[in-house]
């Protein structure tokens, strides 16, 4: 648009801007992936050297995006449990360093809960491993869909679960945790031949820092408390026990001082 003054695109802005406009499609391997705009405040023709520069700088824009995007797409996918498509046990690593940090940070707690699929056994031994896998990713997306934004679900590995919940303590722990088991009994799998395998869930919990100070030890925390939920109260749920240790030290070396005070 040579002249935006005088041009139809822009009668409801003729008052605010003046001069000209130029917009380059930004394309890679075929695909149009965004358009670059450039302005300038005097009317008139653009060059073909101005046309030149700018295909140039549009071919170069186009294929940042397309790797910032295929980087973007490897990332997830390396992140991803490939049965369920929940978070896998790297990205629970990951998240659990995030909240480590924004808690020391805000002096804040927040809990972790993890969290066994009880009856699966029988599914397997009956079905199957292929319907196996049906009923974990179903199941597990049933109890994704019902948490907060903030709150991040991830497979641990088999039939376990990992719940990450920020900015909670104890009791918050324990009332979200209640309503997934009361969530997962009235859980139904369309099994073949219509018959039905009861489905539970025991979980164990553990706050920081009440019960840990570092990630590793706040897992093993939660991972203790529901051995012993499947041991002494199947179904239901159990609180970590022991002392709380001094502050990671490693967390004090990775943040900056202004981040302690």
């Given at each position: 648009?040579?002249d935006?003054?005088n041009?139809?695109?822009?009668d409801?802005f003729?008052?605010?801007i003046?001069?000209?406009?130029?917009?380059?499609p930004?394309k890679?391997n075929?695909e149009i992936v965004?358009v670059m705009n450039?302005?300038?405040?005097?009317?008139?023709q653009f060059?073909?050297?101005e046309l030149?520069?700018?295909?140039?700088?549009?071919?170069?824009?186009?294929?940042a995006?397309s790797?910032?995007?295929?980087?973007?797409?490897?990332?997830e996918l390396a992140?991803?449990?490939?049965?369920?498509g929940?978070?896998?046990r790297r990205?629970?690593?990951?998240?659990l360093?995030?909240?480590m940090h924004?808690?020391?940070?805000?002096?804040?707690?927040?809990?972790v809960?993890?969290?066994?699929?009880?009856?699966f056994?029988?599914?397997?031994?009956?079905?199957?491993?292929g319907?196996?896998?049906?009923?974990?990713?179903d199941?597990f997306n049933?109890l994704a869909?019902?948490m907060?934004?903030?709150?991040f679900?991830?497979?641990?590995?088999?039939?376990?679960?990992?719940?990450?919940m920020?900015?909670?303590?104890l009791?918050p722990?324990?009332?979200?945790?209640?309503?997934i088991?009361e969530?997962m009994?009235?859980y139904?799998f369309?099994?073949?031949?219509?018959?039905?395998?009861?489905?539970?869930?025991?979980?164990g919990?553990?706050?920081y820092?009440?019960?840990?100070?570092?990630?590793?030890?706040?897992?093993?925390?939660?991972d203790?408390a529901l051995?012993?939920?499947?041991?002494?109260?199947?179904?239901s749920?159990?609180i970590a026990?022991?002392?709380?240790?001094?502050?990671?030290?490693?967390i004090?070396?990775y943040?900056?001082?202004?981040?302690?005070?």
């Amino acid at each position: 648009v040579e002249d935006m003054q005088n041009h139809p695109l822009y009668d409801e802005f003729k008052s605010s801007i003046e001069g000209s406009i130029i917009g380059i499609p930004l394309k890679f391997n075929n695909e149009i992936v965004g358009v670059m705009n450039l302005s300038r405040a005097v009317a008139g023709q653009f060059s073909n050297s101005e046309l030149r520069l700018s295909g140039l700088l549009a071919d170069q824009a186009a294929v940042a995006i397309s790797n910032a995007r295929l980087h973007k797409g490897v990332t997830e996918l390396a992140n991803t449990d490939s049965v369920t498509g929940l978070p896998n046990r790297r990205a629970l690593d990951e998240r659990l360093q995030d909240e480590m940090h924004l808690a020391v940070r805000s002096n804040s707690q927040f809990s972790v809960v993890m969290m066994d699929l009880d009856g699966f056994k029988n599914v397997n031994d009956t079905y199957g491993h292929g319907v196996g896998d049906d009923v974990l990713r179903d199941a597990f997306n049933h109890l994704a869909e019902k948490m907060r934004a903030t709150d991040f679900l991830a497979r641990y590995g088999g039939d376990e679960l990992t719940l990450v919940m920020r900015d909670s303590g104890l009791e918050p722990a324990r009332i979200v945790t209640m309503k997934i088991i009361e969530l997962m009994k009235s859980y139904r799998f369309p099994f073949p031949g219509d018959r039905n395998i009861q489905l539970g869930i025991t979980a164990g919990i553990a706050v920081y820092p009440l019960h840990a100070r570092n990630a590793g030890d706040l897992l093993r925390a939660a991972d203790a408390a529901l051995y012993h939920a499947k041991k002494y109260s199947r179904g239901s749920y159990a609180i970590a026990k022991g002392e709380t240790k001094p502050l990671d030290p490693a967390i004090l070396d990775y943040l900056p001082k202004s981040d302690l005070e």
